[in-house]
């Protein structure tokens, strides 16, 4: 009978140390598979060619810093969150950023290297602001320019956000918001071509006024828009030409866009009161109250986001009565 029962405790036993064989066997492979799984998902990369080189960028990343505003709108749009921003001067449509739930990873120009590296993330996104720290962002994560040629805004504007489709793949959602940007366009332009009103952009920063003209920073209004320019020749550069208000005395144009630097640098003197003076109200636009203030978080911060372009388009078009 004693050598019955030990025959079956050890039966017992051998089936249970199977068992567990069996089940740890098992356990390791899925953890093995998983762990395939895994090491296959960070290695999907893709490569992106910007202006400032090749990088090879990870599909879908999770830890983003993001020093372009205007990408920055365009992620917002898409429903992709950042971890970084610089919070020095973020637009006010942008204003959730300012949160704690977003690290602040310095100004648009003096990026806090030590919190990037310490961050570590995936991607940093930039634009001209920062492209000569090219080389020493790229040492800390990949990086990528995304800033916008205005020389030919709406191409350079659409591969921009086709790079940033493949990364995220957000291509389908994103060619649904073109879609309503190029018809909002398109009725912007017969709208202006109606009109037949010339314009002339001019940037007020403190007591000094830059002009800009066709293939510059805020050439669009001329070059997608249609609105003409009163001066064909205005020298195209980032900074804008040097001008007084002689000039725009001279140049009297139907339609005055002003970009108020001032209001987003904190500034003490208003666009208004440096623009309407007394040389000005000589002008037709002044005239016909069609001196038009146009919103530097738009068109000075940020720029080339789904969202800013769209509003762009909004104000040319309200300006147009």
């Known amino acids: 009978m004693r050598k019955i029962v030990l025959i079956c405790i050890l039966g017992i036993i051998a089936i249970f140390t199977a068992a567990c064989g069996e089940g740890s066997g098992d356990s390791k492979g899925d953890s093995s598979g998983g762990d395939d799984a895994e090491k296959q998902k960070e290695q999907e990369k893709v490569t992106i060619s910007h202006e400032l080189g090749e990088t090879e960028v990870p599909k879908n990343p999770e830890d983003v810093v993001v020093f372009d505003y205007g990408t920055l709108d365009t992620l917002g749009k898409l429903g992709i969150e950042p971890v970084g ?32 590296a310490q961050m570590d993330p995936d991607l940093i996104i930039i634009s001209g602001r920062q492209s000569s720290l090219y080389d020493q962002l790229k040492e800390i994560a990949p990086t990528i320019y995304l800033g916008v040629d205005t020389t030919r805004y709406m191409a350079s ?54 002009a800009y003209g066709p293939s510059s920073r805020f050439g669009l209004i001329h070059d997608v828009f249609g609105i003409p320019a009163v001066d064909k020749d205005i020298e195209a550069s980032t900074h804008g030409m040097n001008v007084s208000f002689e000039y725009v005395v001279e140049q009297n144009p139907e339609r005055l866009y002003v970009i108020d630097r001032g209001a987003v640098v904190g500034s003490e003197t208003s666009a208004k009161q440096l623009v309407e ?45």
């Open 85 to 116: 921003v610089p919070k020095g001067s973020i637009p006010s449509y942008l204003e959730k950023y300012e949160s704690d739930d977003y690290e602040n990873v310095g100004s648009l120009k003096e990026p806090d290297f030590d919190k990037l």
């Open 157 to 210: 504007f659409k591969e921009n956000l086709s790079k940033i489709g493949t990364i995220f793949d957000k291509q389908d959602e994103i060619d649904q918001e073109l879609q309503k940007i190029e018809q909002s366009i398109a009725d912007l332009k017969e709208k202006a071509s109606s009109s037949g009103n010339n314009a002339l952009i001019i940037l007020a920063n403190d007591d000094k006024i830059s």
């Open 277 to 321: 003076n007394d040389l000005t109200k000589k002008t037709k636009a002044y005239k016909n109250d069609n001196i038009v203030y146009l919103n530097p978080d738009y068109w000075y911060l940020s720029g080339g986001g789904l969202v800013s372009v769209q509003e762009m388009v909004n104000e040319i078009s309200k300006s147009l009565k």
